[in-house]
Nanobody, 121 residues
Framework: VQLQAFGGGLVQAGGSLRLSCAASGRTFSDYVMGWFRQAPGIEREFVAA????????YYADSVKGRFTISRDNVKRTVYLQMTSLKPEDTAVYYC???????????????WGQGTQVTVSS
């Protein structure tokens, strides 16, 4: 599966952004989808994940209550709605696909290119 993330940008603290990740290739609905992020000098970290039936979602504690992951299997797209953004959310955000639900980046064999999110204070 090939993934392409987009929707990043510059936003003020307290603002919102929605990231999208479009998939092509093998059946999108077969995959668990996840979002990760990496800030300069920091290891890539888990943000959120969603099961293929959308019935199970995982969130990092740092984004719980502010970010929402969702997917549209018809449009082959996964979304990350981000609200109440903070400067510490600034990072390159990556979408990824896996065959089983997890929080670790090594569990995801398929990755899209990143999209930059910058939150100004």
């Amino acid at each position: 599966v090939q993934l392409q993330a987009f929707g990043g940008g510059l936003v003020q603290a307290g603002g919102s952004l929605r990231l999208s990740c479009a998939a092509s290739g093998r059946t999108f609905s077969d995959y668990v989808m996840g979002w990760f992020r990496q800030a300069p000098g920091i290891e890539r970290e888990f943000v959120a994940a969603i099961s293929w039936r959308r019935s199970i979602t995982y969130y990092a504690d740092s984004v719980k209550g502010r970010f929402t992951i969702s997917r549209d299997n018809v449009k082959r797209t996964v979304y990350l709605q981000m609200t109440s953004l903070k400067p510490e959310d600034t990072a390159v955000y990556y979408c990824a696909a896996a065959s089983s639900l997890g929080r670790r980046d090594y569990e995801y064999p398929y990755w899209g290119q990143g999209t930059q999110v910058t939150v100004s204070s």
